[in-house]
């Protein structure tokens, strides 16, 4: 009777746990496809909506047991912290708040809360993250492929919108997935990685040259680069892999001026006038931020107050500028605890082990941070924040059978 019974806890508890890491790679299918709606219920039951739930759900049994009282402290509190400031400055500003549900950002609540089940969930099995991280490469790929099927393919401007995705996010999924494949070849390399490695590699490109996005271009040359440059390899191979890229780079920037018309203009746009298009929307944050430099103008005020500013009703498209427009100085302090601390914590553990690819997306992910338009609610950023997060806990062993 008693083993039949622990016979059947352990099947559950087992059940349990595969639920969870089905429903984890769920949500980093969704992050890819984030506004892919093929059931047509909008935003109040996409995907992403849908796995995030799932993955809720199926991660409560085990957070007792999964509980890392210092990503809590270390990492959660200062965001918790901000929430409460963002709602210190709603009620200030209350004569922008039309109700109740506009004094919190249940979209940022409910990320900051998938980032630390995410990051403790990948902290005590560390496998998870190098499995993650391979079906998001692979996630991508299956982007274009779609985009070849001329399924949920829309042009706007001559750049590509996948799945209703902003043209700057797809450039940046597909900039992270080949910084990370890129990695995963060169790290043991050998002829067979080198042949999937064009294989996955050509689509990637591709991808961020048909999103025409500067910023994804610069994220993917500098990321590369700094693998290249810290990555623990012989100077043999660290110089024929220098070799390779100059020709590819070559290769590429000539494919980009002669078939990618689109893409060059927007960056010789760039050079010639220093205008990033972003420009007038982050000169009139920064009036609002010189008027408001304390506590902000609330997130329900943000909009209204661009506008006011700009004379264009959107965000600033800057994470960091949107911080201190919603919380002012106050806000970015907390906000910049986090980021300060995680990035410190990556770079001492790179240090001591030489694995360069979570700082260098940690960095990626910064630079194109500056240039998000409501970047602070992107669940692609959370997720790998919460990936960086896990890679800087001691590597344990699978979480203790108990539910």
């Given at each position: 009777?008693?083993?039949?019974?622990?016979?059947?806890?352990?099947?559950?508890?087992?059940?349990?746990?595969?639920?969870?890491?089905?429903?984890?790679y769920?949500?980093?299918?969704?992050?890819?496809?984030?506004?892919?709606?093929?059931?047509?219920?909008?935003?109040?039951?996409?995907?992403?909506f849908?796995?995030?739930?799932?993955?809720?759900?199926?991660?409560?049994?085990?957070?007792?047991?999964?509980?890392?009282?210092s990503i809590?402290?270390?990492?959660?509190?200062?965001?918790?912290?901000?929430?409460?400031?963002?709602?210190?400055?709603?009620?200030?500003n209350?004569?922008?708040v039309?109700?109740?549900?506009?004094?919190?950002?249940?979209?940022?609540?409910?990320?900051?809360?998938?980032?630390?089940?995410?990051?403790?969930?990948?902290?005590?099995?560390?496998?998870?993250?190098?499995?993650?991280?391979?079906?998001?490469?692979?996630?991508?790929?299956?982007?274009?492929?779609l985009?070849?099927?001329?399924?949920?393919?829309?042009?706007?401007?001559?750049?590509?919108?996948?799945?209703?995705?902003?043209?700057?996010?797809?450039?940046?999924?597909a900039?992270?997935?080949?910084?990370?494949?890129?990695y995963?070849i060169i790290?043991?390399?050998?002829?067979?990685?080198?042949?999937?490695?064009?294989?996955v590699?050509?689509?990637?490109i591709?991808?961020?040259?048909?999103?025409?996005?500067?910023?994804?271009?610069?994220?993917?040359?500098?990321?590369?680069?700094?693998?290249?440059?810290f990555?623990?390899?012989?100077?043999?191979?660290?110089?024929?892999?220098?070799?390779?890229?100059?020709?590819?780079?070559?290769?590429?920037?000539?494919?980009?001026?002669?078939?990618?018309?689109?893409?060059?203009?927007?960056?010789?746009?760039?050079?010639?006038?220093?205008?990033t298009?972003?420009?007038?929307?982050?000169e009139?944050?920064?009036r609002?931020?010189e008027?408001n430099?304390?506590?902000?103008?609330?997130i329900?005020?943000?909009?209204?107050?661009?506008?006011?500013?700009?004379?264009?009703?959107?965000?600033?498209?800057?994470?960091?500028?949107?911080?201190?427009?919603?919380?002012?100085?106050l806000g970015?302090?907390?906000?910049?605890?986090?980021?300060?601390?995680?990035?410190?914590?990556?770079?001492?553990?790179?240090?001591?082990?030489?694995?360069i690819?979570y700082?260098?997306?940690?960095?990626?992910?910064?630079?194109?941070?500056?240039?998000?338009?409501?970047?602070?609610?992107?669940?692609?950023f959370?997720?790998?924040?919460?990936?960086?997060?896990?890679?800087?806990?001691?590597?344990?062993g699978?979480?203790q059978?108990s539910?």
């Amino acid at each position: 009777m008693d083993v039949t019974g622990t016979s059947m806890k352990d099947k559950l508890y087992d059940l349990i746990v595969r639920i969870n890491e089905l429903s984890l790679y769920l949500v980093v299918f969704s992050m890819v496809f984030e506004y892919w709606d093929p059931l047509g219920f909008g935003d109040r039951l996409s995907i992403a909506f849908i796995s995030m739930l799932l993955y809720i759900t199926s991660s409560l049994p085990f957070i007792k047991f999964n509980f890392n009282q210092s990503i809590l402290k270390r990492y959660i509190a200062p965001l918790l912290i901000l929430m409460v400031v963002s709602i210190v400055s709603a009620t200030i500003n209350y004569n922008h708040v039309t109700n109740l549900i506009d004094i919190v950002d249940i979209r940022f609540v409910q990320l900051v809360f998938l980032t630390f089940l995410i990051s403790i969930h990948l902290g005590q099995k560390h496998i998870l993250i190098d499995n993650v991280l391979m079906i998001y490469v692979v996630c991508v790929c299956l982007m274009y492929l779609l985009y070849i099927l001329n399924i949920g393919v829309i042009y706007e401007k001559g750049r590509l919108l996948l799945f209703g995705e902003n043209p700057n996010m797809v450039g940046l999924k597909a900039s992270i997935a080949l910084i990370t494949a890129i990695y995963y070849i060169i790290h043991k390399i050998n002829y067979k990685k080198v042949l999937i490695g064009i294989i996955v590699c050509f689509p990637l490109i591709n991808l961020i040259f048909l999103s025409a996005s500067r910023g994804a271009l610069v994220s993917s040359i500098l990321g590369i680069l700094l693998m290249l440059f810290f990555m623990k390899i012989s100077i043999v191979k660290k110089m024929f892999l220098i070799v390779i890229m100059v020709f590819s780079s070559t290769f590429f920037m000539t494919y980009l001026m002669t078939s990618q018309k689109v893409f060059y203009q927007r960056i010789e746009n760039a050079i010639n006038t220093g205008n990033t298009g972003r420009n007038i929307l982050w000169e009139g944050a920064f009036r609002i931020i010189e008027d408001n430099p304390f506590i902000g103008v609330s997130i329900p005020g943000m909009l209204p107050e661009m506008y006011k500013y700009s004379g264009i009703y959107n965000g600033p498209h800057n994470v960091y500028l949107y911080v201190l427009v919603t919380t002012g100085i106050l806000g970015f302090v907390f906000y910049m605890t986090f980021i300060i601390r995680l990035g410190k914590k990556l770079y001492t553990d790179f240090k001591q082990t030489g694995m360069i690819l979570y700082l260098t997306i940690f960095l990626v992910v910064l630079f194109n941070m500056f240039k998000a338009g409501g970047g602070i609610n992107k669940i692609v950023f959370w997720f790998f924040f919460a990936i960086c997060i896990a890679s800087t806990l001691p590597k344990k062993g699978v979480p203790q059978k108990s539910i």
